[in-house]
């Protein structure tokens, strides 16, 4: 298992280093950084784009600012923004608004995925079993922007007049200044913040989730092994857990791993609607919109890294969840 994770590490690195510079070219060629001086009243004079582009390398050949950006990413230092702002301390704090969401809606989403699944597996063909089919291609069906905006004015505004106060919140991670209050005080207004934002990523996955797990589920129901633990005398519930449910994962974990980097894209749209400031709105507003090659990249580099960790996870969990694969 050691040799294992160490070769899937080694051959990531190739993966990241053709990635980044992908990216960087793409992001590098894309506009230009200086264009915001150039529409400033009294015209700035030509030594000052002559010092601009030297202080951020634009004098210097593609492949060069690459590799310098790379030699400074690898000590965790990914430059400075357009603004003269260091990239690395405003990351990090976006990252831990972005994941409290997205891990949060995995789990979430994780668990549906499972529980409806396996009862429209056993249950195949019954009311219950059309109900999870419609509602999972429902929610297939719906843009995110389009989700969220809907359980912003819905959902937020019924309940907060059923309670008769504000307790799910549509904008921001949480409210200001609330340094004086107690535990649960703070607590609440946390939940109250992240419910709408979870919801949203959460009921996009366990629609697709769910219909993957249906379907490994019916296939594991209908193996001979499960016919012969059946056979043996074991009860139903022994059977369905431990020899149908614990295969049929397989799949599902296959699934969440791939589409964590498609949770983090659809955090980008959930960020920018529910105005967090996470690595969404970092990405948008701060990297695309200001063509900014450090924001875009760091941005790039973190969500790759996870990424494979989460692939990582997949690969180890294979064996875990069926004893009979082994890695050599």
């Not at 396996?118 to 999972?136: E, I």
Request: hydrophobic share 55%.
């Amino acid at each position: 298992m050691f040799a294992f994770i160490v070769r899937r590490i080694i051959i990531s690195i190739p993966v990241l280093l053709i990635a980044s510079f992908i990216v960087y070219a793409l992001v590098a060629l894309a506009g230009d950084p200086l264009a915001r001086f150039r529409t400033h009243q009294p015209p700035y004079p030509p030594s000052f784009f002559a010092q601009q582009r030297h202080i951020m390398h634009l004098d210097e050949p593609l492949w060069w600012r690459w590799s310098h950006w790379l030699g400074n990413a690898l000590h965790l230092d990914f430059g400075n923004d357009i603004n003269g702002q260091a990239v690395g301390p405003q990351l990090w704090t976006r990252s831990l608004v972005t994941f409290r969401m997205v891990i949060l809606a995995i789990i979430i989403a994780f668990l549906l995925a499972v529980i409806v699944g396996v009862y429209s597996a056993v249950r195949q063909y019954s009311v219950g079993d059309y109900t999870a089919t419609f509602l999972g291609f429902l929610f297939l069906s719906m843009p995110v922007f389009w989700l969220a905006a809907l359980l912003k004015e819905i959902l937020a505004i019924k309940i907060n007049n059923l309670l008769g106060g504000q307790y799910v919140y549509t904008i921001g991670e949480c409210t200001p200044d609330l340094k004086g209050s107690c535990f649960l005080h703070h607590f609440g207004n946390w939940a109250g913040h992240v419910i709408l934002p979870t919801i949203t990523l959460a009921a996009i996955s366990f629609a697709a989730w769910s219909r993957y797990q249906r379907a490994s589920m019916l296939d594991v129901l209908n193996s001979d092994y499960v016919r012969l633990a059946r056979a043996k005398g074991l009860s139903n519930m022994r059977v369905m857990v431990r020899h149908a449910l614990r295969t049929a994962l397989i799949p599902l974990v296959t699934v969440v791993a791939i589409d964590f980097a498609a949770i983090l894209g659809g955090a980008v749209i959930t960020e920018n609607v529910f105005s967090w400031e996470g690595l969404g709105r970092f990405l948008v507003q701060k990297g695309i919109l200001n063509n900014d090659v450090n924001v875009t990249l760091a941005w790039m580099l973190v969500t790759s890294v996870i990424v494979i960790v989460f692939n990582l996870i997949a690969d180890i969990l294979y064996a875990f969840l069926d004893p009979r694969i082994r890695y050599a």
